[in-house]
C-alpha cells in the first residue's frame, strides 16, 4: 500500500509550482481563439512564413482545442478571449509557458503524484492467534476449566500500521500504530486502549538510530527478544512476571541505535500508564503532575552484543508511583525495579537462551520485596516445517517460600511461512501461599500447583 508524500503547507517538487502571474497588457486588443493561436505562434517564434504560421496554427489550435474540451468536462473553462497579448519580451515568456503549462498540466500532474508516492509507504501487517486451552487446579476447590485465551496463545493477536517517508540524506521520518486485540471476543487489549500496543512517532537515521515520541515497547521488551525461546507464549516466564511481555510507556521519549554488532537504546516516560481497568498493562499511574517531577516517570536503558553465533544483552527499568497507581506503587517514593541479564549461543541451527531478572519493590507501608527470575531454554528446529521449543525458569522469592516453578514445551507446525499449527504443554509449581496461574490472564488456587495444554493456530499477515 502506498500513500501520498504530500506535506502540508510545503512545497511538493519544483517542477510542479507555478511562478508569478504576468501583468495585464490593457492597451492590447482581444483576440478569439483562432487569432490568439496564430499571433501566440509568431510570439513563441514559430512565425518564418505566413504558411507556416497557418500549419503551426491549425497544429496548435487542434491541441489546444483537444485540451479545452479535455478540461470542459471537469466544468474547467478557459476564456482565450480574456487573454491579451503584449509585445514586451516577459509578456510574451508568460504567454508561452502558459501555453505549455496547459499541454503538459496532465503529466506534469502524474509525475508529481508519483514521486510524492515514491517517497513514502504505509504497510499493514497482523497476527490472528486462537485454539482452546485447558488448565486443572483453576480455583480454590481444584476444578479444571476449558477455554478460549484472550491474552494471547503462541503470540498475541494484533493490528498494526507502519509507514515512512524517505527525507532524504539517510533520514526517514516514521510511525507505528499497532492495536492488540482479543479474538476470542474481538475487544481490544492493552487495558482497553485502541492502539496499545504501539502508538509513535519519530525520526530514523541510518548513522545514528532513531528517536521516537508516543506509547511504545521499552528496553525491558527488547532485552529478552533474542534471549527468551518461548516468547509471549501462553505458558512463559511472562506468566510468572506478567510485565515483562507489556513493558510499554505511555508518553515516553525513546531512542534505540545500531552500531555494528552494539545495541543501545532508552526510554524516558512522563507517565507510564494512562490505564487504569487492571492487570500488568493497565496499572494506572498517568503522571504528568504538575509539582511532582517523579510522578509515574519511567525510566528504561539498554546495552548488548551480538552477531550470528551468540549475544549479550542487559536492562535496567525502574517505575515511579502516584496517588492511585496498582501494585503498592501509591506514591512517587515508591518504585519498582528490574535489572536483565540476558544471553544467547548458537549451536548449529539449535538456539540456547537464558536470563535472569534481579526485581526489586519498594511499596507503600514498607513492604519490601526482592526476587530473582532466571530462565533457560532451547528452540530445535527438527525439520524445515518442524520446531520444538522447551523452557525451564525458576521464580526465587528472597526471604519468602512463595517460589514458582515452570516447565514448558511447544512443538510447531508449519504449514507456510505464514500459517502454523502448534501445541504447547506446561507444568507449574507454587510454593507457599503463591498463586500465580500457568496461563497468562487466568487463574489458580493458592498453593495450588497447575497443569496446562493448549492447542491452536496462527496466521500472519
Not at 31 to 57: L, N, Q
Not at 134 to 143: C, F, K, P, Q, S
Not at 288 to 308: F, I
Not at 391 to 411: F, H
Amino acid at each position: 500500500m502506498k500513500a501520498s508524500g504530500d506535506q502540508p503547507g510545503g512545497r511538493l517538487n519544483a517542477p510542479c509550482e507555478t511562478r508569478g502571474s504576468p501583468r495585464s497588457a490593457t492597451k492590447n486588443p482581444r483576440i478569439d481563439t483562432a487569432e490568439g493561436v496564430r499571433r501566440m505562434s509568431a510570439i513563441c517564434g514559430h512565425a518564418e512564413s505566413s504558411g507556416s504560421i497557418k500549419k503551426v496554427g491549425n497544429k496548435i489550435s487542434s491541441k489546444v482545442s483537444n485540451r479545452i474540451n479535455k478540461i470542459n468536462k471537469t466544468n474547467l473553462k478557459i476564456e482565450f478571449k480574456n487573454l491579451y497579448v503584449s509585445g514586451g519580451g516577459t509578456m510574451k515568456k508568460s504567454v508561452c509557458s502558459a501555453i505549455a503549462l496547459m499541454g503538459a498540466m496532465g503529466a506534469m500532474g502524474a509525475l508529481c503524484a508519483g514521486n510524492a508516492m515514491a517517497q513514502s509507504s504505509v504497510t499493514v501487517y497482523g497476527i490472528v492467534d486462537t485454539g482452546v486451552v485447558y488448565t486443572t487446579n483453576a480455583n480454590a476447590a481444584g476444578n479444571s476449566v476449558f477455554k478460549m485465551p484472550s491474552l494471547t496463545g503462541s503470540f498475541p493477536s494484533r493490528l498494526g500500521f507502519k509507514g515512512s517517508e524517505d527525507l532524504g540524506g539517510g533520514l526517514e521520518a516514521m510511525f507505528v500504530l499497532e492495536t492488540g486485540f482479543a479474538p476470542d471476543t474481538g475487544s481490544m487489549g492493552q487495558g482497553n486502549r485502541l492502539f496499545g500496543r504501539q502508538s509513535l512517532v519519530g525520526l530514523k537515521s541510518n548513522s545514528w538510530g532513531q528517536v521516537m515520541l508516543g506509547r511504545q515497547v521499552n528496553m525491558t521488551y527488547i532485552a529478552t527478544l533474542k534471549t527468551d525461546v518461548m516468547g509471549p507464549n501462553i505458558f512463559a516466564i511472562g506468566s510468572i512476571d506478567g510485565y515483562l511481555p507489556n513493558a510499554r510507556s505511555d508518553n515516553s521519549i525513546g531512542y534505540l541505535g545500531n552500531f555494528s554488532n552494539f545495541t543501545v537504546g532508552a526510554t524516558y516516560s512522563f507517565g507510564r500508564d494512562t490505564s487504569a481497568t487492571g492487570g500488568p498493562a493497565a496499572t494506572g499511574c498517568a503522571g504528568e503532575v504538575a509539582g511532582n517531577s517523579k510522578a509515574c516517570r519511567q525510566v528504561t536503558a539498554l546495552v548488548g552484543y551480538d552477531n550470528k553465533s551468540f549475544g549479550v544483552t542487559s536492562s535496567y527499568d525502574i517505575l515511579y508511583g502516584n496517588t492511585g497507581a496498582a501494585g503498592g506503587l501509591t506514591s512517587s517514593d515508591n518504585t519498582d525495579q528490574r535489572v536483565t541479564l540476558n544471553g544467547f549461543v548458537m549451536i548449529g541451527d539449535t538456539k540456547i537462551g537464558a536470563g535472569v531478572v534481579d526485581r526489586r519493590t519498594r511499596a507503600a507501608g514498607a513492604v519490601n520485596t526482592n526476587s530473582d527470575l532466571y530462565y533457560l531454554g532451547a528452540s530445535v528446529p527438527l525439520s524445515t516445517a518442524l520446531v520444538l521449543d522447551a523452557q525451564v525458569a525458576k521464580l526465587n522469592v528472597k526471604s519468602s517460600p512463595n517460589d514458582v516453578t515452570l516447565m514448558v514445551g511447544r512443538l510447531t507446525y508449519n504449514l507456510s511461512k505464514r500459517t502454523a499449527l502448534y501445541t504447547s504443554l506446561g507444568y507449574q509449581k507454587n510454593g507457599g501461599t503463591s498463586a500465580v496461574a500457568i496461563d497468562a490472564g487466568g487463574t489458580v488456587g493458592a498453593g495450588k500447583n497447575q497443569l496446562g495444554v493448549m492447542s491452536g493456530i496462527r496466521h500472519t499477515f
